[in-house]
Structure formats: C-alpha cells, structure tokens
C-alpha cells in the first residue's frame, strides 16, 4: 500500500479544533464537514488540497477532544496520509479506525517541507520526499492494521470477516 501526493505543512500541537472547528460538528454529509477541513489555520487548503495529498505536522498532532470527525475530515477532503513526528493517542486510534493511513517519523517530519512531493510504502515504512531526493524510515503498519486501513475501516473491516 502507498501513497503520493504534495505536502501541506503544519506545526506541533495542531488540535481536533483547529483541523475541524466545533461550530461545523452538527454537520452529517461528510463532503460538507470535510469543505471546512482546516479552515482555522489554514484557510487555503480545502481550495489547494488534490486527492491524494500529505499532510506532515511535527509533535502531537490531532491533540484535544476525541472525536472522529477529525481524521473524517482529513480523508475525506482527500488527504491519502498524515505523518507526523506524534500523534495525540486518541486521534491516532481514530485514523485507523476510520482508515485514515498516519505514521510516525520526527525525521521526515522535521525535514519535509510544504509543496513537496513524497510518497509513503505503507508496508516498508519508508518515506521518499522525492523533491529533495531524500528517505526516511517511519514505523510501517503492523498487518493487520494496514488490513482496517485497506478496508476504509474498522467497521468494513469487521462486516468483511
């Protein structure tokens, strides 16, 4: 499994609120919440994000409340991968439960910068920033959590076997 795309740029500390604001929570069609996806830092990205497209952000990325439609955003406005140099633990969870592909890697994280083109081998764990020519080894998917991931989901995952 991979992923390639260009390369939104974020820093430390990027919460759940940030990424999709409360006001937007009661919204149920997930084209809609994701036309909001990080609107309050930056307000550009739903109108320059392509499928397919990497979000890199340094520490604790996807901090404070708990809920899913964080990482719903994020895939949903198309985004293939997030890589960052840590999760916030819950957000971590929900991304692979709703099968949003995220791997950990400070280095790449560090090194990566917006508009760069990088591509992800899920299985390796390596990251290619083939703009720079440069490679990095993030944490790869355990098996059966690249399976949830290529299902869309826990939920498919489950209703699969």
Known sequence: MKAEGSVFKYGDNVDTDVIIPA?????????????????????????????????VANRNFGCGSSREHAPIAIKTAGVSCV?????????????????LPIIECPEAAQDIEAGDRVEVDFDS????DRTKGTEYKGQPFPEFMQKIIEAEGLVNYINQN
Request: aromatic fraction near 12%; charge should be negative.
């Open 83 to 99: 890589i960052a140099e840590t999760f916030a633990r819950i957000f971590y969870r929900n991304a692979i439960n709703i099968g």
């Open 23 to 55: 006001r937007y929570l009661n919204i149920q069609d997930m084209k809609e919440l994701a036309s909001h996806c990080m609107e309050d830092i930056d307000k550009e990205f739903v109108e320059k994000v392509n499928d397919g497209d990497i979000i």
């Open 125 to 128: 764990g390596m990251i290619y």
